[in-house]
């Protein structure tokens, strides 16, 4: 039987392929190509589009059309040889696929090992390594001092392939972290010494390689030795640790209120350097990963004296501690401190346990009657010393004590000792605003200072049998048509009189109304 050849004219140049053996005689041996080829199309004579047989470019031009006989095919083959670029890069029997469309034919392997054989790993652009590193070693960790440094990290690894790349970062040590995105690095902590980390280790790998170890590239970066810092400065009780504090604003996070809403703020005092960090929630404190540096500190009689020119704060801040807070197995050390911000005066609770601050801006009220959560405060009395008492809001229904009390929302502000009597005419006379505002169903909801005929707040007096003490508390009116949304956020704040702000705290507090 007679063997059938094929012919190719491309461009005007004849090239002699064999047809792989299904399509040719069944007599054939011929071995087909076993490589990966895209052909464009050619720009072959009218005659040569007529053929179906796929086209394969040669880089010769202008070749008439030739038949070619058996016995010619081996010396055909041998003198063309430089004349085209086909190359038979293995043989094999195993079977392969064809897909093509028009003048194009694609031969594809099945075979998933020469696939990825194709494909190269990530590369670590060395030039960009030792950049960054020399950034790395200008960071300065000292013991104790919160840092937050950020790395670019952009350019670091480059794929041969152009594939995207998956790349993770770690630090090797507990208290430290790492976040932010593959071309930007946030790594934040506090160094403690004979503990350190040592090292931040960058990998990325493409989607070739599989979830194996050894398909990640990695480079790391060494950190500096931690300074042990200075001398142990035991010269004022705020300096070493961190301290939580509530502070009021019209804007949190770039939210604006039409009223003020309390929120925590956390400061440290190390190493002569001031470190600050606020919340961007009402129910939480900063971590102290949050931490920033924005100035320095000095003590001076007994005063602990700020500047800051990187923070909010437009002055300089004088602390005095004025009272500590008696000591509780509950809560870790807190004072009661005077601030003082160019002019302004302001008393706080400052307390170093977080979990102790952020209860006061983190409790509920309203799922049943006078359902209240009490705060310990410090009560100043007019005899000049302080009282470990307690504070404490509740929002609920008047009917939910009594189904036939009308149908109408009401807020008490309990100020509470055991110590001490607490009475309405003391109250009045060291403090003069209260304000209790959140987000209702129709809108703000801000409780009322003054009752509807513009009376004056009420205040009322409760005996405690058991106490044998007095005790009082703000009764806050809302408006008759106030709906209250259940999961909002109130904020409560009771203010000093102005010649009482240097020593009486400012009562702050947060609570959550929920429904019934």
């Known amino acids: 039987m007679k063997k059938r ?21 069944k007599e054939s041996n011929e071995v087909p190509f076993i490589d990966t080829m895209n052909t464009e199309p ?19 031009q202008n070749e008439p059309d030739a038949s070619v006989k058996d016995d010619d095919k081996e010396a055909k083959n041998t003198n063309d040889t430089s004349s085209y670029s086909i190359k038979q890069k293995q043989e094999t029997t195993e079977p392969f696929g064809f897909s093509g469309s028009g003048e194009t034919l694609v031969i594809k392997t099945d075979d998933p090992t020469q696939l990825k054989d194709k494909n190269r790993k990530p590369e670590v652009n060395l030039a960009t390594q030792q950049s960054i590193q020399n950034e790395v070693n200008q960071w300065v960790f000292t013991e104790s001092s919160p840092v937050n440094y950020s790395l670019d990290i952009s350019g670091l690894f480059e794929d041969p392939d152009g594939d995207l790349l998956t790349t993770q970062m770690t630090i090797n040590h507990p208290s430290f972290s790492v976040s932010g995105s593959s071309g930007n690095l ?67 996070a770039g939210k604006n209120y039409n009223y003020e809403v309390v929120y925590c703020e956390a400061f440290k005092f190390i190493n002569d350097e001031v470190f600050f960090a606020a919340s961007k929630t009402l129910t939480t404190c900063p971590q102290e990963n949050d931490l920033r540096l924005v100035g320095n500190y000095h003590v001076s009689e007994g005063d602990l004296i700020a500047t800051s020119s990187l923070s909010p704060f437009d002055s300089d801040m004088t602390w005095r501690i004025l009272e500590e807070y008696p000591d509780s197995p509950k809560y870790s050390t807190a004072y009661v401190a005077s601030v003082l911000t160019g002019k302004h005066y302001e008393t706080y609770t400052l307390g170093s346990s977080r979990t102790q601050i952020e209860q006061r801006i983190n409790t509920v009220t309203g799922q049943y009657s006078l359902q209240m959560t009490p705060h310990d405060y410090m009560y100043l009395a007019t005899n000049g010393r302080y009282y470990l008492g307690v504070i404490g809001m509740h929002l ?26 607490v ?32 009376e004056p707040i009420e205040c009322a007096e409760v005996f405690v049998p058991q106490w044998q003490k007095r ?29 009482f702000a240097h020593k009486v705290e400012e009562i702050k507090m947060n609570v959550k109304y929920l429904t019934p």
Not at 471 to 499: H, M, N, Q, T, W
């Open 42 to 60: 050619s720009n072959a004579s009218e005659d040569s589009r007529s053929h179906s047989t796929p086209k394969f470019q040669s880089p010769k």
């Open 423 to 454: 009475t309405c005419n003391d109250l009045l006379t060291g403090f003069n605003y209260i304000s209790v505002a959140g987000k209702g169903v129709y809108g703000d909801i801000i409780g009322q200072t003054t009752g509807e005929q513009n």
């Open 186 to 252: 946030q790594i934040q902590g506090t160094p403690k010494a004979g503990n350190t980390p040592t090292q931040i280790i960058i990998r990325a790998k493409d989607s070739h390689h599989g979830l194996e170890e050894d398909a990640w590239v990695s480079a790391t970066f060494q950190l500096p030795f931690v300074d042990s810092g200075l001398e142990e400065d035991t010269s004022h009780p705020l300096i070493g640790q961190t301290w939580f504090r509530l502070e009021t604003t019209n804007n949190l």
């Open 5 to 25: 050849i094929g012919f190719v004219i491309v461009a005007g140049c004849a090239v002699l392929i064999s047809l792989p053996s299904f399509l040719s005689s």
């Open 396 to 421: 609920s229904n008047y009917q939910q004590s009594n189904p036939s009390n009308p149908d109408i929302m009401d807020g008490d502000l309990n100020i509470q000792s055991k110590q001490i009597n």
């Open 471 to 499: 005790y009082s508390f703000f009764d806050v009116d809302f408006l008759s048509f106030d709906e209250f949304k259940s999961g909002e956020i109130f904020s409560i704040i009771l203010r000093p009189r102005a010649e």
